[in-house]
């Protein structure tokens, strides 16, 4: 190994994504077959025996990439020089608890850890939130992190992309690859909208192909959107590989850029492209290219998208005010 590592930090190492993910990046898929790294683990310290119990079999797994692993409960410690922070441990919903409680408990992870980027990671660091509510708690992240170019504040929207694709190739008979062009817009939630206005099926347009708008109202759209809860409900676990699956996509996509011709979903600070207000954390379509993205423009947004973009736009702008009140941005 010649190049210097890579340092790589998850947060929520011990949990169900994490477990699905660090393999994936020790292999290499996650910056490619010739790009060594270095693991950090963060966990909350009852946690830690867990992680250590997962770089055990990191090392039982002698992957020829993986220069060490770090575990710690400590942010300074786990984005000291990190260049790649995929921020998946998050404080889950549970019963009774309000969307202001969640969004505060929340806050008491992102906020000290945004901090711990601005002030010990790389010049380079490149942030990915996978932990719920995602586009938000990158928004708490960044905010905490000024130092920080606000770019480089993420959040996940790969995974409903991929959803979207595999709902449209099935109805269309075409194959996941045939599709291009396809766009998540807004929240990872249930308002989000999964667009194929601009899609192509094999170099046609999508919407055209599919000529059903009723499918897309009442069947596409909430598929995609509920999927989180639908797989909850089958599981009794939310997604765990598919999700660590698209977060390999979502970084090694910002690392190695988008195919000529197409472009991906990701949920970036919004300039005010397409209306969204601009600094909260929307998905778009994104071109990627040199480790940087870029928002696609001029784009035509028929009246049906526009009112879906706007009512998901308007649940991350609730959610702003939200935190704002709670002073975490
Ligand atoms: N954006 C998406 O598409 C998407 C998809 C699936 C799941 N998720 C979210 O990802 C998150 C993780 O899911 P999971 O299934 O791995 O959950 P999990 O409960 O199995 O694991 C979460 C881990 O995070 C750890 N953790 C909690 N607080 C922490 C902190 N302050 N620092 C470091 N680690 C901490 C916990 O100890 C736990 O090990 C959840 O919020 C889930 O809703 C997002
Ligand atoms: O963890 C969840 O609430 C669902 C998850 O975000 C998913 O989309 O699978």
Do not use: C
């Not at 949990?15 to 790294?37: E, K």
């Not at 969307?99 to 945004?114: C, H, V, W, Y």
């Not at 920080?148 to 996941?176: C, I, Y």
């Not at 347009?205 to 596409?220: K, P, R, S, Y």
């Amino acid at each position: 190994m010649s190049r210097t590592p890579v340092n790589v930090t998850v947060t929520g190492a011990a949990g169900q994504i994490g477990y699905a993910l660090l393999f994936r990046i020790a292999s290499g898929q996650l910056l490619g077959p010739d790009v060594p790294v270095r693991l950090r683990l963060l966990e909350i310290t009852p946690a830690l025996k867990a992680a250590e119990g997962t770089a055990m079999e990191l090392d039982d797994s002698a992957f020829p990439l993986l220069s060490g692993i770090d575990i710690t409960d400590d942010p300074n410690v786990a984005f000291a020089g990190t260049n790649v922070a995929l921020l998946v441990g998050a404080r889950p919903r549970t019963k009774g608890m309000e969307r202001g409680d969640l969004l505060e408990a929340n806050g008491g992870i992102f906020k000290p850890q945004g901090k711990a980027i601005n002030d010990h990671a790389a010049d380079d660091v490149k942030v990915l939130v996978v932990g719920n509510p995602a586009n938000t708690n990158a928004l708490i992240a960044q905010a905490a992190a000024p130092d920080v170019p606000a770019e480089r504040f993420t959040a996940m929207t790969r995974l409903d992309h991929n959803r979207a694709l595999t709902q449209l190739a099935k109805k269309t008979g075409s194959a996941v690859s045939d599709i291009r062009r396809l766009t998540i817009w807004g929240n990872h939630s249930a308002t989000q909208y999964p667009d194929i206005f601009h899609a192509e099926i094999a170099g046609k347009n999508a919407a055209e192909t599919v000529n059903d708008e009723a499918w897309l109202a009442d069947d596409f759209i909430p598929t995609v959107a509920k999927r989180g809860a639908a797989i909850i409900e089958a599981r009794g676990a939310s997604s765990a590989a598919s999700a660590a699956n698209a977060a390999i996509d979502h970084v090694h996509t910002w690392v190695n850029g988008t195919p000529e011709g197409d472009w991906t979903s990701m949920a970036v600070p919004s300039d005010g492209s397409y209306g969204v207000p601009e600094g909260i954390i929307s998905s778009f379509p994104v071109t990627t290219s040199g480790g940087s993205y870029e928002i696609v423009q001029g784009l035509e947004i028929n009246a049906f998208s526009r009112t879906r973009i706007d009512a998901s736009v308007q649940e991350l702008s609730d959610e702003r005010e939200a935190v704002r009140a709670l002073g975490l941005i």
